[in-house]
């Protein structure tokens, strides 16, 4: 009788967890995980834009390594004085994505692009890595980048946001990813307070 006193015993101390204990853990487990959905997609976007702020930076370094080179902007000679429209020297989405290809094979040293009949890289020179051949090079959400660069030598490059303001960025060349959204937005957020462009120049 005694024996089966202590074997009793012995498993009523190795019950399982009473419910209130499962419900603590469940609880626990729920919040980390709700913690987790909201931190990893903010991290991933953050790493996406640092990425693109990376590449763009190297763009607008490697325009003006060409024009140290060269003594000339990387476009036709037709766009080196013209100041009819805003987008006379805008390279990429929403207007000219095929200039902006055509750039990046310049930069990348491809030396058989020709504008107007000039050979625009004819040392073949490599002032840029990353763009594929056919002068893709898409920010880390699928877009093609965009280039401005200030060819009629104005002093500054206008840019141009939703809103219709003007705001004149005193560099001589920018580089812009379109964000997540893919749409031009307004760098000032006026209008677009969700703004998720980024931007070479700040």
Request: proline share 3%.
């Amino acid at each position: 009788m005694e024996r089966l006193s202590r074997k009793n015993r012995t498993r009523s101390s190795q019950a399982g967890f009473t419910l209130v204990e499962l419900l603590v853990v469940v609880t626990i487990i729920g919040l980390l995980v709700g913690l987790i959905s909201v931190a990893v997609p903010k991290a991933i976007e953050s790493g996406m834009k640092a990425k693109a702020k990376g590449e763009l930076t190297a763009i607008v370094s490697a325009v003006k390594a060409y024009k140290q080179d060269y003594g000339q902007w990387p476009v036709a000679r037709s766009k080196m004085d013209s100041a009819a429209d805003e987008y006379s020297s805008w390279y990429g989405p929403p207007t000219a994505e095929q200039e902006s290809k055509d750039l990046m094979k310049i930069l990348s040293g491809d030396m058989t692009v020709q504008k107007e009949g000039q050979t625009m890289n004819p040392k073949g020179a490599r002032f840029l890595e990353g763009a594929k051949t056919d002068g893709t090079f898409q920010d880390p959400w699928g877009k093609q980048y965009c280039v401005k660069m200030d060819t009629n030598e104005s002093g500054g490059v206008e840019y141009y946001g939703t809103s219709g303001t003007q705001e004149n960025i005193r560099v001589s060349v920018i580089a812009v990813s379109l964000g997540k959204n893919g749409t031009q937005e307004d760098p000032d957020k006026k209008v677009t307070t969700t703004c998720d462009d980024v931007y070479s120049w700040r």
